[in-house]
């Protein structure tokens, strides 16, 4: 069965129901594009292939488990011990008629051990659950500056009190931790993005909130804000890239790394034997 089709030509605006893989497939330029562009070449981006696993397939259950956690045992399906024989292929065959995720068992009872420790919280439970939510609805909005469609996806949009929700699988919560995960990930850069985006649908964006949860018992979760000067650098980072990602799609020149022959650099802790050469070294080396 073909996954239905996000129209080339979509108009600017917040659409309900468009399926996962459909968004991503379809047009607009996301943050996790842009980020490729930033952290690694516009051909990584251009050429990249969306790959499916289990973990992708945990990480969606949990999302679903902490978004919805009163319809998450109706969305989910709880399937064999493994992946492998007749009984994983029947349930698999089950779960597309139905229009199921299928996990392992072991991954469904891990996922509502992440729902019920999340859910614990009181504060998140409320947020999660309560008010105006608008849940994973696509937006799409023309950048000013460069005329490029955009698109983002936020996990939770509570309307009644202008705030974003972004749920974060980790290997650790802890502060420090998640710190280095908004910087290796670009959390910064997403949350200026989705931010700009969506007020520039016309919502009210008062507060952009991190759940971060561990992916392991004991399941530990913290709740995180960014401040504005790493958002600001995020935003920054954005901006830079998508002049490129303009230029690339217009030209339909997506270049890797720099052409020609290249001389390396390396850090002063590379030189162990000999004592590593200094600024004026290199200057007249150059």
Known sequence: MNAPLVRADIQPGIYENIPNEAYHSGPGIS?????????????????????????????????????????????????????????????????????????????????????????????????????????????????????????????????????????????????????????????????AFYTDGWRALGNTVDAFVFIAFEKDSPYAKAVYELPPSIVQEGREIIRKALPVFDQCQKTGDWPGYADGVQELSFPRWAYTMIEAPGALDQEIAA
């Open 31 to 191: 943050k996790s594009g842009l980020w490729k562009i930033h952290t690694s070449t516009p051909a990584h981006f251009k050429f990249a292939e969306r790959k499916e696993s289990k973990a992708f397939d945990f990480g969606e259950a949990a999302h679903l488990a902490i978004l919805q956690p009163e319809d998450f045992e109706t969305m989910v399906y709880r399937g064999p011990d493994d992946r492998r024989g007749n009984r994983w292929k029947d349930a698999q065959e089950f779960c597309e008629i139905e229009g199921k995720l299928l996990l392992t068992s072991g991954d469904f009872d891990a996922v509502l051990a992440i729902r019920d420790a999340v859910h614990a919280d009181a504060w998140i439970n409320s947020i999660v659950t309560g008010g105006e939510r608008q849940i994973e609805a696509s937006g799409y909005w023309t950048d000013p500056e460069t005329g490029v469609l955009c698109r983002c996806r936020p996990d939770l949009y509570r309307r009644d009190l202008g705030v974003i929700i972004d749920v974060k699988s980790t290997a650790s919560a802890a502060p420090a931790d998640f710190a280095k995960s908004v910087v290796n990930y670009g959390y910064h850069a997403q949350e």
